[in-house]
């Protein structure tokens, strides 16, 4: 274990940029950190004592850092944590969240987080409260705070960042693209433009992290309104191209209603984008699902069910780490989905409805 003052580069190097729900932008050291974000603008005197407070956790034991320890424990990703080890001292890795344009209505996501779902619920009730989810000066703010050209590595996210004007104009403001990987997390329904092809081509490397979560109408539910044919023909022609700096991984979002079908997912991802165009493996991982969605939450009935057709070491048994009856969250949740939508979980995911419904029983 290192010591703890160093025990996460991301710590003293990281950036998480991140819109707050009042429409501020706000940063802390990554994604999965759960302490305080500071919000800018703020003086740099301010910054810096917030980078010295940072500096001085020990990741290993902070509430604030729970997240990297769980999924190391269970051995389901790559943790941020280990994902900066090797990242070069005063060098910087950047997250963006700042664009939350995405043409996505994910189950597992809400409207501070989709400009989709954030008008899906504005057409629902229009005197709901929403999150704002953008403001013209993001990047000014983040440029501001940055040093650029110590910047080595920088992942975009969403909203959907293939549909981001933002993420365009960035990249192409970076002097030295050959020291800086890219990593893109797309629901895979945007095709790349031939621009953006080209300045990829540019870039020490660039990751599309495709998040798959099921197959076929299972996918078409859990990712609304995506449609599996587009995305897949999208996955295919990328993987197809033979970009040599470009490389591809597949997340898959773990939660109660995919978990059951985990085998199918599974069988159709060796099948046809377990390796790329020249003969590389292309790697796979789960995340667990947060909110009314988590794995962690399921009841006696679903989790017994897993376990006669999952072996106990599995990955998928392994995101279920406790359950209970007494929550009717997950059955709730997908009914107002259902009733927005005019939807059918239940004939979706048929296998596994007397097991969620025990839940309100």
């Given at each position: 274990?290192p010591?703890?003052?160093?025990?996460?580069?991301?710590?003293?190097?990281?950036?998480?940029?991140?819109?707050?729900?009042?429409?501020?932008?706000?940063?802390?050291?990554?994604?999965?950190?759960?302490?305080?974000?500071?919000?800018?603008?703020?003086?740099?005197?301010?910054?810096?004592?917030?980078?010295?407070?940072?500096?001085?956790?020990?990741?290993?034991?902070?509430?604030?850092?729970?997240?990297?320890?769980?999924?190391?424990?269970?051995d389901?990703?790559?943790?941020?944590?280990?994902?900066?080890?090797?990242?070069?001292?005063?060098?910087?890795?950047?997250?963006?969240?700042?664009?939350?344009?995405?043409?996505?209505?994910?189950?597992?996501?809400?409207?501070?987080?989709?400009?989709?779902?954030?008008?899906?619920?504005?057409?629902?009730?229009?005197?709901?409260?929403?999150?704002?989810?953008?403001?013209?000066?993001?990047?000014?703010?983040?440029?501001e705070?940055?040093?650029?050209?110590k910047?080595?590595?920088?992942?975009?996210?969403?909203?959907?960042?293939?549909?981001?004007?933002?993420?365009?104009?960035?990249?192409?403001?970076?002097?030295?693209?050959?020291?800086?990987?890219?990593?893109?997390?797309?629901?895979?329904?945007?095709?790349?433009?031939?621009?953006?092809?080209?300045?990829?081509?540019?870039f020490?490397?660039?990751?599309?992290?495709?998040?798959?979560?099921?197959?076929?109408?299972?996918?078409?539910?859990?990712?609304?309104?995506?449609?599996?044919?587009?995305?897949?023909?999208?996955?295919?022609?990328l993987?197809?191209?033979?970009?040599?700096?470009i490389?591809?991984?597949?997340?898959?979002?773990?939660?109660?209603?995919?978990?059951?079908?985990?085998?199918?997912?599974?069988?159709?991802?060796?099948?046809?984008?377990?390796?790329?165009?020249?003969?590389?493996?292309?790697?796979?991982?789960?995340?667990?699902?947060?909110?009314?969605?988590?794995p962690?939450?399921?009841?006696?009935?679903?989790?017994?069910?897993?376990?006669?057709?999952?072996?106990?070491?599995?990955?998928?048994?392994?995101?279920?780490?406790?359950?209970?009856?007494?929550?009717?969250?997950?059955?709730?949740?997908?009914?107002?989905?259902?009733?927005?939508?005019?939807?059918?979980?239940?004939?979706?995911?048929?296998?596994?409805?007397?097991?969620?419904?025990?839940?309100?029983?």
């Amino acid at each position: 274990m290192p010591p703890s003052t160093q025990s996460c580069k991301l710590l003293t190097n990281g950036y998480k940029f991140d819109i707050s729900r009042n429409g501020d932008l706000e940063y802390g050291p990554c994604c999965q950190y759960t302490g305080d974000f500071i919000q800018l603008p703020e003086p740099k005197e301010v910054q810096l004592n917030y980078r010295n407070k940072l500096s001085k956790i020990d990741s290993y034991s902070a509430p604030s850092c729970a997240q990297c320890n769980f999924l190391e424990s269970k051995d389901l990703k790559i943790s941020m944590r280990q994902a900066a080890h090797l990242l070069p001292n005063n060098l910087l890795h950047v997250e963006l969240q700042i664009d939350k344009t995405c043409n996505g209505g994910c189950i597992i996501c809400s409207p501070q987080y989709s400009s989709f779902l954030r008008n899906e619920a504005l057409q629902h009730d229009p005197l709901s409260i929403v999150p704002v989810i953008s403001t013209q000066d993001n990047l000014k703010l983040v440029l501001e705070t940055l040093d650029l050209d110590k910047v080595v590595s920088i992942n975009f996210v969403g909203g959907e960042p293939l549909m981001s004007k933002m993420y365009l104009q960035l990249i192409q403001l970076i002097k030295n693209p050959g020291m800086v990987q890219l990593r893109y997390t797309t629901n895979g329904s945007i095709r790349p433009s031939a621009q953006l092809l080209e300045i990829w081509k540019k870039f020490k490397s660039v990751v599309i992290n495709f998040s798959i979560d099921g197959i076929g109408d299972q996918f078409e539910y859990i990712r609304f309104p995506l449609k599996w044919d587009i995305v897949t023909a999208n996955m295919f022609l990328l993987r197809d191209s033979e970009i040599p700096n470009i490389t591809y991984k597949i997340n898959h979002v773990v939660t109660p209603v995919n978990q059951f079908y985990f085998d199918e997912f599974n069988e159709w991802r060796i099948r046809n984008f377990s390796i790329d165009a020249i003969g590389n493996d292309i790697p796979f991982s789960f995340t667990p699902a947060a909110g009314p969605l988590s794995p962690t939450i399921i009841s006696q009935a679903l989790h017994t069910l897993l376990l006669t057709k999952y072996a106990k070491d599995s990955p998928i048994i392994r995101t279920v780490i406790s359950f209970r009856n007494t929550d009717s969250a997950i059955v709730d949740h997908l009914d107002s989905i259902d009733r927005k939508r005019n939807l059918d979980w239940r004939a979706v995911f048929p296998d596994i409805v007397d097991a969620l419904e025990q839940i309100k029983s």
